[in-house]
Structure formats: C-alpha cells, structure tokens
C-alpha cells in the first residue's frame, strides 16, 4: 500500500498495467514490483523446483523470485526482472512457472514430494536406462521444473551493439561513484559513468540520510545535473557493466526500450563494447537473507528493499512489518518506517547488545524460529532473551548483512578477500589491470565513507593519468560505524532457504557436504546453488558460511565459486545484435548480380560471394536440363561467365618477379611481357595452397589471380612473406579484386564475339594462348587474358568495376546473337572436370603438388616457400594417394563425390580403403558421370577397375581409372590459332 | 582484448588474425636438414607465461606484428613490426 506523501514519485502520473490479466494503477517511476507491492499483490511466481509460492525478496537486479514475461508470441520476453522493469501505460506482464494459476498451481505437488527431490535427486533416480535420458527424464524434468519460455518463433526486435572509449569509466553512479565521476571529471578525464538504475544516485534513492544538509536524493541529482553539463562527462543510465575483459574491455548491457512501450523503430537493447584506460567499481553492495526455516514465504523481503521501496517509491510491503537482523544498519528499517507512520511489530536482532534507535519493541538475542502463511506471511515464531512468542507480521525485512559487489574483479580469475570485520568478500587489490574498487563494493559502508573513497580513488586515477586532480569538497554525511555479528542459519522444523531461485536450503548443502562434494565448485553443481539469472548474488556467501560449518573449515579456506561474466543476464539478441538473417554475414555481389537476379537465376554462396547456380530458360525444369544446355553452348559455339569473384593482387616493383618466384613453387623470373603463367602456390609444409595464373602486365607489374576461396588467405600470406620473410625484395601489391570486373568468353566462337566489341579487334597469331594486353571497349581501357578454364578457346576481359554491369549485358547479348549465351557455376564445374582441372575440392589442404601430378612443376633450381618440406622422404618416396580420373564401366552408372574407392571385390571397410571422391559430374559432351579423386598409387593404376562405395547414399559403381583429362588431352582447343 | 598496432596504435583484437608462435619468423635455410625444419613447421612449446606470437592486422593496415603476450595473465607488453627495420 502507499503511504501518504511518501516516495520519490509521489507525484508521478498515474500508470496503467496489468499482471495475469489483472489491470492495476501505478506511478510514473515505478518499478513493477512497486506497484505490485502498492497494490498488495505479494505473490508473483513459483518457485524453480516445489512450485513453492514466492514474493518480492529484493528491489534490484539480483532478485531472485519476481520474475515476470512480457510480450506475447515472437515478442515473448521471459525471465524479466520486476524489481527493475519500469512500468508504463498498457504493460502486460505474466507471472511464471505456475499452472492454472498462481494461487492454484498443480506442479506445487512437488514440494509435497520434497523429501524425495533432495539435492542430487536427478543425478541419482534418472541414471537408467540410458535410453530414457534423453527421451523420457529430460522432457519430464524440463516441463516440471524452470523459468520462463520463449516463444520459438523469431525475434523480431531490434537490437544494437556499439563501442564506446572513454579515461575513466565509473561503474555504478552511488555516492562512491558520483564522487569519483565529479573528481574524474573536473580533472580533465573523458568520463563514463554507467548506472543499471533508470535514475542515479544508488542508495541515496532509497535512504533517508541527508548528504551536505541536503536530502540524499537531492544531493545526488545535483551531482547528475553538473555532470551533465560536462562535455567531458557521459551518462549513460539502464546500463549494466556486464563483465571485465582484457586489456581495459567492459562489456555493457544497455536497455534502451525495456521502460516504453514497444517500438520497432527503437532498439530494444544496445550492447556495448566499452574501452576505458583506467576503470572504479563503485557497484554497491547486496544485502543477503538470513536462512531461518520457511524463511520464503511472500512477504519475507531483504531489509534495505522494504526501505528502499518505502522511500523511493512510497510503498510500505506490509501494515505490520517485522525486522530479523544481525546488525545495525536493518534498524533504519524500523526507524524508517516508525517515522513513515506503518507500524513495526519488532525487531529481532541476533544480538545480545541489540541496540534501539526508535520507538519499536526490539527483541535481543532474538531468532525467528518459525513462519506461518500459506500464499503470504502472517505470522512468526521468535524466541529471544525473554522466551518465545509468536508475532503476526505481514512482511518480514531480513538481513544477514551486507555483500561488497565483487563479482566484477573476478571475471579474470581474481578471488575476492574475506573481511572478518564486515563478516564478507571485498576484492583484491589488482584482480583486473586498471580496475580500482571504491565505496560499499570495497567494503566501506558509511555514507561518508563511501563520498570519500570516491574522491580518493578518483584522485589516484587521474594522478596516474597523467592528469593533475581537481578540487572537490568533501560534502558532510553520516558516518555510523557498520556493527555485525555472524548469523548464517537459525535452528528449526522447516526448510531453511538459500538460493530461492534454484530452490536450494541449508540440507541440501549438508547432504552435498556428506556426499563428499566438499570443495564448493562441487557442491554447487551437485546442490544448483548460485545458478540461473540471479547467479547466486543474494545467497552465495551465506551458503559458503554453512559448507564451512558442514566441513569443519573456515569460510577463507573454503573459498568461493567463480563469478563469470555476464553478472545481470544478456540476451543473445543484444550480444548478436545486427547479425540476424541477412546481417549474419557481409554478402558481396558482382557487378553482374541484378541482370543476374534478372535472368532468374538461382544464386549459391560461394565464401561471401553470391555466384549464379544456372541461368534456366523456358521450358526447362530441371538444374540439370540447363547446366547441360549451357555445357553444350561453351563446347560448341560461345558462353560468357563472370569470374570477378576470383582473388586479383597487382604486384608492382623491381623485384616483382623474383617475389613471384618465391611464392610460387615453379619459374616466374622467365615469364615475358603480355604472357599468363600458371602458377602453384605451396605451404611452407609443402602442401597446396592455392593455383591461379599470373599475367606480367609490363616489365615491373604483374597481376596475380586467386581462386574465390582462397583469395584472403593468399592475400595474407604475400604480407607475410613480403614483411618476414623477404623484405630484401623491393615489392608492393594491393588487392584489386573489387575494381576489376572480369568475364569469361570461352568457347569456338569467343573470338569472334570479341572482335564485335573491341574497339580494335584481335587475331589468333597476335593473341596466341596465354596472352594478354590492353584492349578498348568502347574507349574504356580494359585488360584481356587469354585463358581457359573450360578447355575452350578462351579469353577473360577485363574493366573497371563501374563499366561491369554494362559489359556484362553487352557480352550477353551479343553472346545469344551468336547462338550461345550466358552460364553459371554447375556448367562452370562441369566443363572444368572434363578437362581435369582441379579447384579446392582436389587441393583441399592434404595434397602436395606431386598428389596432383605437378611434382616436376616445383623448380629445384631455387628456394621458394614450401620447396624444401615438399622434397621429405615420406612425400617423394612414399605411397600417396594421387589424383585420377574415374569413369562408370556402364555408362549409366553412377558416381557421387565423397564415396571411397575399393579394390573391387574388397569388403567396403575402412581398412581396405584405396581414396576417395573429391568431384563429379554428368558430362553431355561424354554422354555418363565423370569423376576426380585421389587413389592409392593412382598414377599408376590408369586402366584398372575399381570400386566405388557410398555408404550414405548407397550407391555402387564399377569404375575405370584414367588420366584426369578426358576431354582434349593435348589442349588443341585452347591452343587454337587459326584466323577463322 | 586490444592489441597494440605498431602502425595503427591500439586496436580491438577482432581487427587481427592470429597465426601462432614467433618461430615462424626463424625460417631455416633450404638445406638446414629435416630436423631442422621439422622444428620450424611443426614444434611448439605450450609456454605459461611470457610468449611472443604472430598477429596480421587483417582488418587494417596488413602488417604482421610479433606481439609479446602472458598466457597466464593476458598481459600484452608490447608489439614490433616483424620486419623493424622497415618501420
Ligand atoms: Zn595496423
């Protein structure tokens, strides 16, 4: 219920929401578990496990039980924190994890069935038959137990990434770093000060405390407004520093839309990539429960979350409030809400010298013992100094005391300090390079402590910066000693609860303790304990406390679990952001693709590269039908191709040609002017890297052609041998790929298309095969090779980029004038088989030049990169597999890529495997199904039969072996000089 | 992580391309024998701590960087040009 006057937006409009279909007002600036608790609705979900009824325990972003979905089908958010999610006008949310409903869920049979479910209980009843695991334990478990569901249906939602750089980045905008921020700032610093708050200020929001005579609240947003005014400062609030990584990297969690109603023109969330020189962890503290029996139930909330909730958001969680503690700070609870006018029933302090701060019973050396309260709170069971009694009690503010929010100096390894003043972790100095730790997260709890710590960190940083520091008043705040006893479960009948959200209590802890899972990493995943969305933030420590107590150590000795990164949940749309469908990769496209796309041709990925499949005609209806008319068309009249995809590097230099002769297993010192060369590029290790051709453009400049794929990787080798391993040679190369298009004309009629378009035409004696030179199209200056990869007579033209799209349809068209016309990659492939050329399929990484039949291509007559590996015993000596060509005895038979060879009539097992598959086609011009791979010895086994095996397919085929060309052996169609 | 480019200054490390060790800059000489090279293309130490390894500058200005780098802490204390003298 509200209180009057009270509250931070008291004022605020009126909201209007609803929870399982029921509407509710709030304010404006409401959380929606404030305006839960405002309109009395305390149960919010069930729990993981027992389905057991759970309440609001926290106002932050550690809570563990209220959490809600929102939005609907492929909007459907599950696991949405209500202690963080601002409400606004139309918010539907849903509860969890409940069936029918809320008040009557079926599932809750399983707390009945408690005794049975202990820790370990999957691992123990689920272990057989194995069978089961997957098909019948899993499904069950999965339907009976866990949080929130997706849709399955697509997001939709947009999300953004982005990087930010800054000095200085503050992590958490609370007393600490609001001073570190001022001090940082006015120092010169480029600041960034991240809050996961709506608003910043941190406790001050939800204290009472006055900082410089001034309301703490106050204070703080006058702080915000001079940093806002700083063109050095950056605010960024809703933002969560998510985790630490190398070398000064902050990953962040911006929620940019969570607080409105959904837009698509909005961003949902943004993930940041934050690089900062020097960072301070000003992230508070976490207040943790106290594990008494039944210590769950609705109602029962951390004590700085009923405060925070009465002053921030003028709600009082109940009309007669209890306080359970073992320190002092938990009494401003009471005296808050004494002086707020909500009745407090008592305070049970742990204490024998429990002090009293305000006009409420205290109860010293006071437990809770016992709760009642089926669906919420309504009494306790205390016994204290004077015996025991019970107390109805709506809402129970609980605290064990406070945690230093480590987790984020721990995300490289670091382990946190135990502190045995503040019964807690702080962090280690220098956990991560660059991080200082200032305010309650290093352990200094005060209000004045915190102000000061900022001040001093911040002045440390910015002296190491370089930066002289800037003057800062030290505002006046209250400076109360923390007071702490330990008290980490209480005797009783009943569950006493850790971590609410994976449902683990103190026996379970025991039980793993018993069963030997003693080191902590080990009991948490026998016990769940610190898992799921929460991580364990409120329950970690004190389950640590109890493992201690059950092992017979300290809690130093027994240490703690590792914090990871993320510390609040990410979506993988944040993370992912921008690489959904088309966003997953960069596609580029030839100056060809829209009269490509045009021609309806069907397109294949090729590395990034969008490539045509085939270019059907009416009335075909099969791939196969076109890929055969267009094979037919290259072979006998002419087809054009466009093969801008491959890799282009200009090599320019004096040296130009011996850096060639380097990287190139055979001669290129020896290539004249206006001449292509093939060449074969090895690894170090003497394995094929990559072929192409190479044409020498004048007496220093060559250009260097890849294949598509590999056009990358080689780019990257020529730096690396050009920097390391030869910077003797005077060479510079670039890569030209994107500003050249090129287009292959190939087959008998390729000169004559040509001549109709170059500006001056050319012959069969002045453009011999292997050629190459300057032409005109049109007055545009282009680039003609003379070269095939068809087997044809063939040219490739070349022109810059921008005259592509037009070439293309000028050589179209001209080509179908001619009877022939445009081809795709299946004819591309099939027309480079018949001749026995090899692509990455046969050069895949495993095969050295001799495995290919070029042996004698790698020149002994000089050092080049791979030319030493590629001479080992076991590569010339040994018994390789080698490439063949394969084809069917019965012409109809058939051959499929991947299947194994078999001495025929062997078992079809691995030990007698002789090679494999690597490429296939139907060829038209052969009239069957061509192959090439690799076979035991091969180049010698020409003529003899063997068996070709594939199990998937479950196909069998009779094969001949023979020599990998089978069209045109001695390449008189290539070669062709005659002027006709 | 972030690297420090020589050329460019500090840069995100998805800008480069990692390759492996500096053993990779010691190319033996074309008759050093087999064992010789059997070290330089296939034999590493996995080293705790201090190592030197090779980083291209893939997504920017193309140089390879022999970069000095703690395998335990992920320090990274410095990057050279592989070839300095051609800074
Ligand atoms: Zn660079």
């Known amino acids: 219920m509200r209180v009057a006057g009270k509250g931070l937006n008291a004022h605020g409009a009126p909201v209007t929401f609803t929870f399982d279909g029921t509407t509710f007002e709030g304010r404006e600036g409401d959380t929606l578990a404030a305006a839960l608790l405002a309109n009395d609705v305390r149960l919010v979900g069930r729990s993981f496990k027992y389905h057991r009824p759970r309440g609001i325990l926290t106002a932050g972003s550690e809570e563990p039980n209220a959490l809600v979905t929102m939005g609907t089908d492929a909007a459907q958010d599950p696991n949405i924190r209500a202690t963080t999610q601002e409400i606004y006008d139309g918010l539907a949310a849903r509860s969890q994890n409940a069936w029918p409903s809320l008040n009557r869920d079926v599932m809750a049979v399983n707390d009945l069935l408690s005794p049975f479910l202990s820790a370990g209980f999957y691992y123990k009843t689920f272990m057989w038959p194995k069978s089961f695991w997957e098909k019948v334990y899993e499904p069950i478990i999965r339907r009976a137990a866990g949080l929130g569901a997706l849709s399955g249906a697509t997001n939709e939602d947009t999300y953004e990434k982005a990087f930010a750089h800054c000095d200085v980045l503050i992590i958490g905008a609370g007393p600490a770093g609001l001073m570190a921020a001022l001090t940082a700032a006015r120092s010169g610093a480029d600041v960034i000060l991240a809050d996961e708050d709506s608003q910043m200020g941190g406790r001050l929001l939800a204290e009472t405390y006055d900082v410089d005579g001034q309301a703490g609240a106050d204070w703080a947003a006058g702080i915000v407004e001079d940093l806002r005014g700083m063109a050095n400062v950056r605010l960024m609030t809703r933002t969560t520093v998510t985790g630490a990584y190398d070398q000064g990297t902050y990953g962040a969690l911006e929620l940019v839309n969570h607080h409105r109603t959904p837009n698509a023109a909005v961003p949902r969330e943004c993930f940041w990539r934050i690089v900062a020189k020097r960072s301070i962890l000003c992230a508070g503290a976490l207040e943790r429960p106290i594990a008494f029996p039944n210590n769950d139930r609705p109602g029962i909330m951390t004590a700085g979350a009923v405060r925070t909730y009465l002053n921030r958001w003028g709600v009082a969680p109940g009309k007669s409030v209890t306080v359970f503690a073992n320190n002092d700070d938990a009494h401003r609870t009471a005296v808050d809400l004494v002086d707020a006018g909500v009745t407090v029933a008592g305070v049970i302090d742990s204490r024998a010298d429990a002090p009293q701060f305000g006009d409420y019973p205290v109860f010293k050396s006071g437990l809770v013992i016992a709760t009642k309260g089926r669906l919420c709170l309504e009494s306790i069971t205390v016994q204290h100094s004077g015996g025991t009694r019970d107390i109805r009690t709506d809402c129970l503010a609980m605290s064990g005391g406070w945690n230093p929010t480590v987790h984020l100096t721990c995300h490289m390894n670091g382990r946190p300090t135990w502190d045995d003043y503040i019964l807690s972790f702080v962090p280690t100095d220098g956990s991560i390079p660059g991080m200082s730790v200032a305010g309650a997260a290093s352990g200094v709890f005060s209000t004045h402590g915190c102000l000061e710590s900022g001040i001093k960190i911040a002045r440390e940083v910015v002296l190491e910066l370089g930066l002289t520091a800037g003057d800062i008043d030290m505002p006046s705040a209250d400076d109360s000693a923390y007071r702490i006893e330990p008290l980490w479960q209480v005797e009783g009948k009943g569950r006493k609860w850790l971590d609410f959200q994976n449902d683990v209590h103190v026996k379970d802890i025991n039980l793993a303790a018993q069963e030997n899972f003693r080191s902590v990493e080990h009991m948490k995943r026998y016990t769940t304990q610190g898992m799921a969305t929460d991580q364990g933030k409120n329950s970690n420590v004190s389950a640590l406390a109890v493992l201690a107590d059950a092992t017979g150590r300290g809690i130093p000795e027994t240490g703690t679990t590792t914090f990871r990164p993320p510390y609040v949940p990410v979506s993988i749309g944040a993370m992912g952001a921008g690489a959904q469908g088309h966003g997953f990769a960069p596609e580029r496209h030839m100056t060809s693709h829209h009269a490509t796309l045009d021609r309806g041709a069907p397109m294949i990925e090729a590395g990034l590269w969008y490539r045509p499949s085939y270019f059907p005609k009416t009335g075909e209806t099969t791939w196969l039908e076109s890929c055969n008319r267009e094979v037919n068309m290259v072979r006998n009249t002419v087809g054009i191709c466009d093969v801008s995809t491959l890799g282009k590097i200009d090599i320019q230099g004096p040296d130009a040609a011996a850096f060639l002769d380097f990287v190139y297993c055979n001669t290129f010192l020896t290539l004249k002017e206006n001449r292509v060369r093939y060449g074969l590029m090895l690894r170090e290790d003497g394995y094929v890297m990559d072929d192409g051709t190479t044409a020498r453009l004048g007496p220093n400049q060559y250009v260097m052609t890849t294949t598509t794929a590999a056009a990358g990787q080689v780019m990257k080798h020529l730096d690396w041998v050009s920097q390391a391993l030869r910077p003797d040679l005077d060479v510079r190369f670039g890569s030209v790929t994107e500003q050249w298009a090129q287009f292959a004309v190939a087959g008998p009629k390729s000169r004559d298309l040509l001549n109709s378009i170059l500006d001056q035409g050319i012959d069969g004696e002045s453009w011999p095969f292997m050629a190459c030179g300057d032409v005109q199209i049109s007055g545009v200056a282009g680039r003609l090779f003379r070269i095939s990869f068809s087997g044809e007579h063939a040219y490739e033209i070349a022109v810059p980029s921008r005259y592509g799209a037009s070439l293309f349809r000028q050589l179209c068209a001209q080509a179908e004038a001619m009877g022939g016309g445009v081809y795709g990659m299946e004819a591309l492939n099939v027309l480079r088989i018949e001749k026995g050329f090899i692509t990455h399929s046969e050069i895949h990484g495993r095969v050295n030049a001799a495995d290919i039949g070029f042996g004698r291509m790698v020149s002994q007559k000089k050092d080049c990169i791979g030319n030493t590996a590629s001479q080992r015993p076991d590569v010339v000596g040994g018994e390789r597999e080698q490439l063949v060509g394969l084809k069917p005895i019965d012409p109809k038979g058939k051959l499929t890529a991947g299947a194994h060879l078999f001495v025929d009539g062997a078992d079809a097992v691995r030990v007698n495997d002789q090679g494999y598959v690597t490429s296939v086609c139907y060829s038209p011009t052969l009239g069957h199904d061509l192959a090439l791979g690799f076979l035991l010895d091969g180049h010698n086994r020409h003529g003899e039969t063997v068996q070709l095996v594939d199990h998937l397919r479950g196909v069998e085929t009779v094969c001949e072996v023979c020599h990998p060309v089978f069209l045109d052996p001695d390449n008189t169609r290539a070669k062709e000089t005659s002027n006709g | ?87």
């Open chain 2, 1 to 87: 992580m972030r690297l420090p480019c020589p050329l460019c200054g500090e840069r995100d490390r998805r800008e480069f391309y990692y390759q492996g060790h500096a053993t990779m800059l010691d190319r033996p000489a074309r008759d050093a024998g087999i064992d010789a090279w059997d070290d330089y293309l296939h034999n590493r130490d996995n080293i705790a701590g201090e190592v030197e390894d090779l980083w291209h500058h893939e997504a920017g200005c193309g140089a390879w960087i022999k970069v000095t780098r703690n395998t335990v802490t992920h320090e990274v204390s410095g990057a050279k040009l592989v070839n300095g003298a051609r800074k």
